[in-house]
């Protein structure tokens, strides 16, 4: 079957995909990074100081770039990297940082299809799929998995997954997986399950898409390491029990994700943020922007264009703001901590005068030398 003409042009000119990963520290983000890419894309959270790992920090939104090469498709891979997420007692600045970011990206897009002159250079950074971490206790789904996952699920695709599947045994991991699922369905969240129409799509499609629904949430093992094994080498983890691979289908899901996002999917994701999850922003955004101005009225594009303009200056100033805090925050504290130390050279300063005025009045009222005094003898006044 022919590919129609916009996937043979994305083929030929590449198709630019966005990821973001979201989980807290030790669920495996990292490495599934890391594995996806096949490079050390991330860098690991080393800390050595433990004083330093009680301190709670904000999360780092980091985008990275890194081309691919999917099945003679050039890929153009931007990960949405989230350090610091789900690390605090308190995570709703945590929450409202990565709703922002989101919709900062469908303000771009918008403020570009609405100006009259475009830019042919702009990029599409809007997010495709999110990958959300869930921690492998083995119970249910968190009070924090609950709520990330209904807030973000109306601006992106998002993909539940568990990242260090080989904490549990197989009737484990099925049952995990079994709590996860029904506590979505309770709590009615909208995530991606890889939809299909049984009217319009073949049997193929509804088949495959069938079989990746029943693996949600996919229970993944990531590894940047190889052993070998049977002589040849695989990305695997070696434990005192056996080897968990993760390219074996048998042992983890990671295989049958990383086709789905880079490959089978990508192009679905893609239109549903473009279709659904991006009009439905746009929608609401220009519905605010009308009852704003009278009814009657009409917007020009360079209005709303210089609206979305207005809302990234005042989030730049409120980011400028918060900077200026933290500087203001750490200069009162080197403060403190000079005056501290001043005070501390006067104590010593005072107490050197004081051991230098006794040893003077020691000195005075002992004029003749201990050598040349008789032993036993009374010491002179």
């Known amino acids: 079957m022919p590919l129609p003409k916009t996937r043979r042009k994305s083929r030929a000119k590449g198709v630019q995909f966005t990821l973001m990963v979201v989980g807290?520290?030790?669920?495996?983000?990292?490495?599934?990074v890391n594995t996806l890419v096949e490079s050390d894309l991330l860098e690991h959270k080393i800390c050595d100081d433990p004083h330093a790992t009680a301190m709670e920090e904000p999360v780092n939104i980091k985008p990275v770039n890194i081309e691919l090469e999917e099945d003679g498709t050039r890929v153009s891979l931007t990960i949405v990297d989230?350090?610091?997420?789900?690390?605090?007692?308190d995570n709703d600045l945590a929450f409202q940082e990565i709703v922002n970011y989101l919709e900062r990206q469908y303000d771009d897009i918008l403020a570009e299809q609405s100006r009259i002159k475009r830019n042919p250079r702009f990029r599409d950074n809007r997010v495709h799929a999110l990958l959300y971490f869930v921690p492998p206790t083995g119970h249910h789904l968190r009070e924090i998995d609950i709520r990330l996952m209904q807030k973000l699920s109306h601006r992106v695709n998002v993909i539940p997954v568990i990242g260090r599947a080989d904490s549990f045994t197989v009737s484990e991991l099925k049952g995990f997986k079994k709590r996860i699922m029904e506590d979505i369905q309770h709590y009615d969240i909208p995530v991606y399950n890889f939809p299909y129409d049984v009217e319009e799509d073949d049997e193929e499609t509804i088949e495959m898409n069938q079989e990746l629904r029943a693996l949600l949430p996919f229970a993944i093992i990531s590894s940047e390491e190889e052993v070998n094994i049977d002589g040849e080498a695989v990305r695997a983890r070696v434990y005192p029990w056996g080897v968990a691979q993760v390219d074996n289908p048998d042992h983890s899901d990671f295989t049958i994700l990383r086709s789905a996002i880079l490959g089978t999917h990508m192009y679905d994701l893609k239109s549903l943020t473009?279709?659904?999850?991006?009009?439905?922003?746009?929608?609401?955004?220009?519905?605010?922007?009308v009852h704003g101005y009278d009814r009657e009225s009409s917007i020009l594009p360079e209005d709303l264009a210089n609206q979305s303009v207005l809302i990234k200056e005042e989030q730049l100033r409120k980011e400028e703001e918060k900077l200026r805090e933290i500087e203001l925050r750490v200069q009162r504290e080197i403060n403190e901590k000079r005056q501290q130390l001043l005070a501390k050279e006067e104590s010593l300063r005072n107490l050197e005068s004081r051991l230098a005025s006794q040893g003077s009045e020691s000195a005075l009222a002992s004029p003749i030398p201990s050598s040349i005094t008789s032993p036993g003898s009374p010491a002179p006044y």
């Not at 989230?82 to 007692?89: A, E, Q, R, S, Y």
């Not at 279709?275 to 922003?281: D, G, H, I, K, R």
């Open 82 to 89: 989230t350090p610091g997420f789900g690390d605090n007692i």
């Open 24 to 32: 807290a520290s030790g669920t495996g983000r990292t490495t599934f």
């Open 274 to 289: 473009e279709e659904v999850l991006y009009e439905t922003y746009r929608t609401e955004k220009l519905s605010k922007a």
